[in-house]
């Protein structure tokens, strides 16, 4: 008689057919958590076909272009279809649930066990385009005010409404572009056309009066020409080369407070040669006094009428100096040469989100709680001027030893 080992061959369990990754160890030691999983399996999938058409994430986008156009034929030619089209629809839904029951579900159940890879892989998909599906609303932190906005915006774009309704639109044509726009409102070319509407001012600022939401009213500060042509400097072809090499370090969102200053960009020009894009945020303050109004005299343990606003340290009146004091640095090491970005101060929108004409944000008498608009309780006020400098730091060719 042999002594090799016979081992016998028996039908793998649930449990164990949902085994093909490390994560499935979790479901070979919970068996009613595997079968679970593999009875609901079929209609993850139909879950997540119906996210993947919704969404615009399958491969195969006429299958969403064929939705739509059918969507379209029906709703706005119901009225001529609706004799006919009735018994084939239903014929078709019928035919088309007996196909699934028998096919799909069939299959997943007892035919083709779904591994652990494909039940996890179905699950992330779902999560994945959900998070894409509520992703509008997400980031969106509303509040009471917003509400009272969107409250007053709708009865304002009301006689609107009715107008387009009346003279402009039928009823079952506006019913049907709102249809085409949910139906499409993840598609690509939807994305690129909200985008480019986006870049319009005058969407956005529509957008914030009706909302009320915390919109970025400007397109941020993008220089329109190279304000540092006029720096003197020498280029070497090694310099040249290094220039194509190296890109942009922008940081505008990690800004980092240098001084009197924010960096806002840096460059690499070549191994000695370094170019930073810095902005000067000045603060004018002032508190009102009874008997005087709005003055620039302030109490003597705050702030100055015009302070920087990362330090709160005593500033220049922008509007009043002319040559403006560069910050200086002793370092034998370097040089700096400062260059204007901007011809001139300018106030800053997003400081007071563009609803006071002159750039004002008021705070009460300790510079809290800050408002966008005049009242009883509003004893100080502060508003923003900004202006961008080009900096170039070049290393000495000669260090002077003490």
Not at 210 to 223: A, M, P
Not at 345 to 364: A, I, Q
Not at 381 to 402: H, P, Q, Y
Request: glycine share 2%; charged share 20%; aromatic share 14%.
């Amino acid at each position: 008689m042999s002594d090799s080992a016979v081992y016998a061959v028996f039908e793998p369990t649930e449990a164990h057919l949902l085994s093909t990754l490390p994560q499935a160890k979790l479901l070979v030691d919970n068996p009613i958590l595997a079968s679970a999983l593999a009875n609901i399996f079929p209609y993850i999938l139909f879950i997540d076909d119906f996210l993947e058409v919704v969404t615009w994430t399958n491969d195969n986008p006429y299958k969403n272009l064929l939705l739509v156009s059918a969507y379209s034929v029906l709703w706005l030619y119901w009225s001529k279809f609706r004799l006919w089209i009735i018994p084939i629809l239903a014929v078709l839904a019928f035919l088309s649930l007996v196909w699934t029951t028998s096919s799909v579900i069939y299959d997943s159940k007892f035919n083709e066990k779904p591994t652990v890879d494909e039940v996890l892989r179905a699950l992330h998909n779902i999560t994945v385009r959900f998070e894409l599906l509520l992703r509008p609303a997400k980031h969106l932190s509303l509040q009471k005010k917003n509400y009272v906005t969107m409250a007053v915006g709708a009865l304002l774009i009301t006689p609107l409404h009715l107008a387009v309704m009346k003279w402009i639109l039928l009823p079952q044509t506006y019913v049907w572009w709102i249809g085409v726009f949910v139906l499409t409102y993840h598609s690509p070319f939807a994305y690129a056309s909200r985008r480019l509407l986006w870049r319009s001012a005058y969407v956005r600022r529509c957008t914030y009066w009706l909302t009320g939401l915390k919109i970025r009213l400007d397109r941020g500060e993008v220089s329109t020409k190279r304000a540092h042509e006029t720096i003197s400097r020498a280029h070497t072809p090694n310099s040249a080369d290094v220039q194509k090499s190296l890109d942009l370090v922008p940081i505008p969102n990690k800004a980092e407070m240098v001084n009197d200053f924010t960096i806002t960009q840096k460059t690499i020009l070549s191994s000695t040669q370094l170019r930073q894009s810095v902005r000067f945020d000045i603060l004018e303050n002032e508190r009102r006094w009874i008997g005087l109004g709005w003055s620039k005299y302030l109490l003597p343990n705050e702030r100055s009428c015009f302070c920087y606003e990362a330090l709160m340290a005593p500033a220049p009146d922008p509007n009043a100096s002319r040559h403006f004091r560069f910050p200086v640095f002793a370092d034998d090491l370097y040089t700096y040469q400062w260059q204007w970005m901007d011809e001139e101060w300018h106030l800053d929108s997003d400081f007071d989100r563009g609803k006071d004409k002159e750039g004002w944000v008021y705070y009460d008498n300790n510079w809290d709680l800050p408002r966008y608009y005049d009242g009883f309780s509003r004893y100080t006020r502060a508003r923003k001027w900004t202006r961008r400098a080009i900096l170039l730091i070049d290393k000495r060719s000669e260090v002077n030893d003490a």
